[in-house]
């Protein structure tokens, strides 16, 4: 009956300062180039996109084929140590991802942190079990490999 919450949590030492790294995240364009090309994910909002808490962001992607569009805003912002997205519109119940910088000195530990509930009761379970929580962690993967690249290029 009730929806359960599932939790992600990824952390990431950059090479980099925090301020960096933080305004790499803070350019919402970015988002096109950390997510596979699979879901062929596309920012709608048109123009420069000027994040404070209170933005929002339309997108438009994939999922197994599926067209999704989804809408975020930024319920938090706090730069250079840490901003929330979470879902207006779009696939989850809830969709709730806090983004965190912390310096290292010269190089930066970035934690994100997504609570998230799927629709549907027991098909929303299952469909976690088999689809969505597998799908998640190769979308951070992916990301975690792009950030690596961007960085540590700039880096050496």
Not at 30 to 38: C, V
């Amino acid at each position: 009956m009730g929806s359960h919450t599932y939790q992600l949590i990824r952390e990431q030492v950059i090479p980099c300062s925090v301020e960096e790294v933080f305004d790499f995240f803070a350019d919402a364009r970015n988002l096109e180039m950390l997510t596979p090309p699979l879901l062929n994910f596309e920012i709608l909002t048109p123009g420069r996109i000027s994040m404070h808490a209170g933005t929002i962001i339309q997108y438009a992607l994939k999922v197994h084929q599926i067209p999704v569009h989804w809408t975020t805003a930024i319920s938090e912002w706090n730069p250079p140590h840490e901003f929330v997205d979470v879902q207006l519109r779009g696939p989850y119940i809830l969709w709730h991802h806090r983004h965190q910088f912390q310096s290292l000195g010269n190089e930066t530990r970035m934690i994100d942190e997504v609570h998230y509930r799927l629709p549907l009761g027991c098909i929303g379970r299952a469909v976690h079990w088999l689809f969505v929580e597998r799908d998640l962690r190769q979308i951070f993967d992916y990301r975690a490999r792009i950030v690596e690249q961007q960085f540590c290029a700039s880096a050496s």
